[in-house]
């Protein structure tokens, strides 16, 4: 599996909002693709959505599942940090 990170703008975004889709997109995750982690950014109006998935289609169609737009969608990687 693979790391993959959705960007949302999302003007008026609350912690609520960001929770509940968070709720979905725990609920409706697969072998295929999982949800990891967010990350809202409220002065930019900006959410983070971390996944682990086989391929970038499987996170779009659990993002279609749980009624998340992705405005843009790419691959990334996580790097542990040892201080």
Known sequence: MAGFL?????????AAD???????????GDDDATFVASTLIPADEVV??????????AVRELARRAQ????????AERHPHAF
Do not use: H, K, M, Q
């Open 6 to 14: 959705v960007e949302r703008y999302w003007p008026g975004v609350t």
């Open 18 to 28: 960001v929770d509940a889709v968070a709720r979905r997109l725990t609920e409706l």
């Open 48 to 57: 983070f959505f971390e996944f682990r998935a086989d391929d970038e289609a």
């Open 68 to 75: 998340l737009r992705c405005d843009r969608l790419v691959s």
